[in-house]
């Protein structure tokens, strides 16, 4: 996948700019507060839907003016436009000029990998956050888990509300718990194969970028064994088991809406055995093992996106990420100072200079 250019228009401080990218390695030089991270937020949010930084859609939208429009034009085998508008009250998306009224058609025809600084909070967020970094990149790739997460989700918040009832209808309950359990099973199933993959490449990339020969390995901690071949009776048990539980605190305290992630070095926990310089490459081989589970599912190699984090790696380790950098991976770098690192590298690379908003050369 290739992202030819890319138009912004109203979008935080960009007023009106236009900027197209070669295939290989883009980069972008500006100094602090010029535009490089929303350029790529723009990016983030053709992908998702969503920004990386704000809930709120209407914070992109250009200070003193009314709506946003990103556009943006890509080859995937054939050349694609699409585009979106945020207004005061919402979004539009558009695919080829033509509008769309289901996001999940949208989501991950641009398939971005962003890598920030601020990813390193990922060892010590809530497992909300770690849970949502997960289930977002499924979803770029699954649309049968996007339609289990929503249904799942409805059902959640109906039984919630049933826990509530001060007489609560059995046969109802667990007409719910039966369908809450089927779109579970394929969540779990999907985690599970999602982490497999992350597991068989993310110790060959620290290896790569780190140069040590530590062991990594992320785990998926379910509300259920998954090892047990067994979904169905697993979730049925943990609903009769914890009902007395969730009758009284009115609430369902089991179950997908609850999973997390752990990241292990050498078996302990990374939040609390490894330096913040191993937490970078961790995270890191993460962001390089998620492009090869893309590749696999879709058979299509997704733009990694790389927003400062150069910088905050040595001279090494920062050579060796762009050694790992397979040629086929269209990659756009930002950055505050280009280093000779950067600008010698042996690669076919553009550089262009951001201020203010505007590309200046
Ligand atoms: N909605 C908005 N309207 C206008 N300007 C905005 C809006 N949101 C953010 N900005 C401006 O965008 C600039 C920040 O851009 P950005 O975060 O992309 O900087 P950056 O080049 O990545 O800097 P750094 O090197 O510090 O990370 C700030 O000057 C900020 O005032
Ligand atoms: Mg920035």
């Known amino acids: 996948m290739i992202i030819k250019e890319l138009k912004l228009r109203n979008f935080r401080n960009f007023k009106n700019c236009h900027i197209s990218f070669i295939p290989n390695i883009n980069i972008i030089t500006g100094l602090n507060g010029q535009g490089k991270t929303n350029l790529l937020e723009s990016l983030v949010f053709l992908s998702t839907t969503k920004s990386h930084r704000v809930n709120e859609d209407q914070k992109m939208i250009r200070i003193n003016t009314e709506f946003s ?69 499924i979803t770029k790739v699954n649309k049968k888990y996007v339609n289990c997460l929503n249904n799942y989700q409805k059902l959640l ?43 068989e490449n993310i110790n060959k990339y620290f290896k790569k ?3 040590e020969d530590l062991n990594i390995k992320i785990e998926y901690l379910s509300c259920v064994d998954c090892k047990e071949n067994n979904l169905d009776e697993l979730l049925k048990d943990m609903y009769i088991s914890n009902f007395e539980r969730d009758r009284y605190t009115q609430l369902t305290n089991s179950g997908i809406h609850r999973d997390d992630l752990l990241f292990k070095i050498n078996n302990q926990n990374v939040n609390d055995y490894a330096s913040q310089g191993q937490r ?16 696999k599912v879709t058979k299509k190699i997704p733009v990694l996106l ?40 042996n690669k076919n690379i553009s550089i262009k200079e951001i201020k203010d908003g505007i590309i200046i050369n």
């Open 69 to 137: 429009n990103i556009d943006c034009l890509y080859n995937d085998g054939i050349d694609y436009k699409i585009g979106a508008v945020i207004h005061q009250k919402g979004k539009s998306l558009l695919i080829n000029k033509q509008y769309i009224s289901k996001s999940s058609e949208f989501i991950g025809l641009l398939n971005v990998i962003l890598f920030s600084p601020s990813d390193i909070n990922i060892f010590n967020d809530s497992p909300r956050v770690r849970r949502k970094l997960m289930d977002l990149e």
């Open 157 to 199: 918040k109906e039984r919630n509300i049933t826990l509530k009832n001060e007489k609560i209808d059995s046969i109802y309950l667990n007409t719910l718990e039966d369908q809450m359990i089927d779109n579970q099973k394929y969540i779990i199933e999907e985690r599970i194969k999602f982490i497999e993959n992350i597991n």
């Open 209 to 211: 970028i780190n140069g």
């Open 280 to 295: 970078r490459v961790v995270i890191m081989s993460f962001k390089l093992s998620l492009i090869e589970y893309i590749k």
């Open 306 to 345: 790389l927003d400062d984090v150069l910088s905050e790696l040595d001279i090494k380790r920062q050579t060796n990420l762009l050694n790992c950098i397979e040629d086929e991976i269209q990659t756009i770098i930002t950055t505050s100072v280009l280093s000779n690192n950067l600008r010698n590298l």
